[in-house]
């Protein structure tokens, strides 16, 4: 049980923050091994203040630098993809996956869902949900808002439902101490239906039932076994796994985490994260505080190309982070939430597409949507949608394709009415040529108005199918072939610069 205590809420986000980095850096050593575990402490010699780096904080800095240098309500899919491909260099799986999809022109949501089979539903999103929870305390519709603009990056379906989970289930800590009542609100934002739910409610009979962890999660791990290893409903299960058997113990919770198996950085991490909410920094034992220090270590930014400097300790995040919390409440107040259990916000994230690209232009917000994909066959149709959100009501839109040679759409050109708070929507297709062979296709779309006398050109990208593969390694061996990579690269670049004059 979490203990009857005033908790302010500066001490429950330096938790949050302490807790994330004891988590991970307990899991560290034993991510991706998929059996049982049995740890009860550090395994690392002597830390001396030194946690882990973990890429599941690493990323949640550079967002937490992007709101602050834009401004948490400009942050856009296409902000976000662009300082993808710019500071995030982490190599592994659904992070490469989203920085080439960015670079070829498909921004999130495409980035996530496009030719990312493999890792769409796996564990790189829901591990960085707690910045969003921190910045929306006791406001979870307000985070899985965010937890979705994030996790559509690299991520799509239970991908994001995990995300939407676990940044609901924290932002409620803040303001309720039930364990139980948290994960209810958790899964109010997500479908019922969801292999997120179905994993989360799996563990939570379990436990109702009396039937033991190892249980509950060799239960867990058979129901998962047509997803395979790295996937987020099984290490979100594991997560709530720890926090429910844990019985509010802050080491044996994260132990617990741990012990499941295979994402063990994530699990214990998050479930860390959660107590350290729920706790607060001061309720997290010193034993545990004490080897790690405040220290933040990173492993997967560029931090040169961002427009601040990331925190380099949890006490500075911790005030940063209560620093724009504090000025977005301000400038953005919102109603203190009534019932945080409401599926009414959450429902419009899921329905939202996750074939689109967005489009900013001097008199309108575009979106197009690609409804089958945007992945195109030679001389087979791709039907499109256009939604337009204009800043004012003009008479007429017109829009033109600009068609390279041997390219068709029955609807060359198409014209909308617009009026201002009124979006509206057009359908239209592109059809390639019968002997397409490029990869990628750039058609540009000109828009034009009745009171502006220059157009405007939006570019959709499109891609060959079945023309991009990306090969999964096996588990044994990822490691040691990036950590190869890596060492050449560097040997590389070190030769480069002898030869310097």
């Not at 949507?369 to 087979?380: A, I, M, N, R, T």
Request: aromatic fraction near 10%; charged fraction near 25%; glycine fraction near 8%.
């Amino acid at each position: 049980m979490i203990p009857e205590k005033k908790i302010t809420f500066a001490d429950s986000v330096r938790g949050c923050w302490l807790g994330k980095n004891i988590g991970g850096t307990l899991g560290a050593p034993f991510e991706g091994q998929r059996q049982l575990q049995n740890v009860t402490f550090y395994v690392q010699k002597n830390l001396a203040g030194n946690p882990e780096p973990n890429d599941d904080l690493d990323l949640q800095l550079a967002w937490l630098v992007l709101a602050e240098y834009y401004g948490l309500y400009r942050l856009t899919p296409r902000l976000l993809g662009e300082y993808w491909i710019n500071a995030v260099i982490g190599p592994w799986n659904e992070y490469a996956v989203c920085r080439w999809n960015c670079q070829t022109g498909f921004y999130p949501p495409l980035s996530g869902a496009v030719d990312n089979d493999v890792w769409k539903w796996s564990n790189g999103a829901w591990i960085r949900s707690e910045i969003w929870a921190c910045l929306f305390p006791g406001d979870p519709d307000a985070a899985i808002e965010f937890a979705r603009l994030d996790a559509c990056c690299d991520h799509a379906g239970e991908g994001i439902y995990a995300e939407m989970f676990t940044a609901a289930l924290e932002s409620a800590a803040f303001a309720e101490k039930d364990l139980r009542k948290l994960i209810a609100i958790g899964l109010s934002k997500i479908p019922e239906d969801c292999r997120i739910a179905r994993s989360v409610r799996l563990v939570c009979d379990c436990f109702d039932k009396g039937e033991g962890w190892i249980d509950a999660r060799n239960k867990v791990v058979a129901d998962s076994e047509d997803l395979g290893w790295f996937q987020a409903p099984a290490n979100v299960a594991f997560t709530v796994l720890g926090l429910l058997y844990g019985g509010g113990d802050f080491g044996r919770t994260i132990c617990m985490a741990v012990n499941c198996g295979d994402d063990t950085d994530c699990t214990a991490a998050t479930a860390g994260s959660v107590m350290g909410i729920l706790l607060g920094a001061e309720g997290i034992p010193e034993e545990w505080k004490k080897p790690i220090g405040d220290k933040i270590l990173t492993k997967s930014l560029n931090h040169f190309n961002l427009p601040l400097k990331t925190p380099g300790s949890v006490t500075e995040l911790t005030d940063r982070v209560l620093a724009l919390q504090a000025r977005t409440a301000s400038e953005f107040p919102r109603p203190r939430p009534t019932d945080l259990c409401s599926a009414e916000a959450a429902a419009a994230l899921w329905n939202k597409p996750a074939y689109e690209l967005q489009f900013d232009i001097s008199f309108a917000k575009i979106a197009v949507e690609y409804p089958d994909g945007p992945l195109v066959e030679p001389g087979k149709r791709c039907p499109l949608r256009i939604r337009l959100d204009p800043i004012a009501s003009m008479p007429e839109f017109r829009f033109r394709w600009r068609l390279p040679e041997g390219w068709r759409s029955s609807r060359t050109e198409f014209c909308v009415s617009g009026q201002i708070y009124c979006p509206t929507s057009a359908e239209t297709d592109l059809t390639p040529p019968d002997d397409l062979a490029d990869v990628m296709s750039y058609i540009t779309l000109e828009i034009t108005s009745d009171d502006r006398r220059f157009p405007s050109h939006v570019i959709v990208p499109l891609r060959l199918r079945n023309s991009v593969i990306h090969p999964r390694f096996k588990l044994d061996q990822e490691s040691a072939r990036l950590e190869e990579m890596i060492r050449l690269a560097q040997e590389k670049a070190q030769k480069y610069k002898e030869r310097k004059p």
